[in-house]
């Protein structure tokens, strides 16, 4: 997908910008539309807001699992994070570097490497904490009670119906 101009006007119309999309259902077209409007938006606030916590883009999800998790696999951080292992790896060894994780040979199976935050890392991901705190009281905190309920629904119901696609596609 492409990036939408940082002026936020941008609207590909109903159909959309591909071939053939003059058959798609100008309403659900316009459901799309806005819905990668509305994740490109919060992608951009949420880059902000952690870069105010010190963290790059790239390392502010995975220091969230690692507060979560503490101890964790490296092979189950990628595929928490549905990275490939090599991605991880490289992330890691430059976390390392930068003093804010440690890592180990599991002694039960030492084909297996734990990960865990340091103090320097656990403090950026409390900074990060408060970072994804303040997305979330700025948008869908801005939202009543009943419209975050729908929403919650309506997402739902989209990832349920999505889900179903994959699975049948992977059949």
Do not use: C
């Amino acid at each position: 997908m492409r990036d939408l101009p940082h002026d936020h006007t941008h609207h590909p119309g109903p159909a959309g910008p591909w071939p053939g999309s003059s058959e798609m259902d100008p309403l659900s077209a316009e459901v799309l539309g806005e819905f990668r409007k509305a994740m490109h938006l919060n992608r951009q606030l949420y880059v902000r807001l952690a870069s105010e916590g010190g963290g790059p883009q790239g390392r502010t999800i995975v220091l969230g699992m690692l507060a979560a998790h503490e101890g964790i696999t490296q092979r189950d951080l990628a595929e928490k994070l549905h990275l490939a292992r090599p991605t991880v790896t490289v992330m890691l060894q430059k976390m390392q570097q930068g003093g804010l994780i440690e890592r180990w040979d599991d002694p039960d199976d030492q084909r297996l490497t734990r990960i865990k935050l340091t103090d320097a890392g656990r403090e950026q991901a409390q900074a990060l904490g408060k970072a994804y705190t303040n997305l979330i009281d700025s948008t869908f905190g801005m939202l009543s009670t009943t419209d975050r309920t729908e929403f919650a629904r309506l997402l739902g119901l989209l990832n349920g119906h999505t889900a179903a696609t994959l699975k049948e596609l992977d059949a």
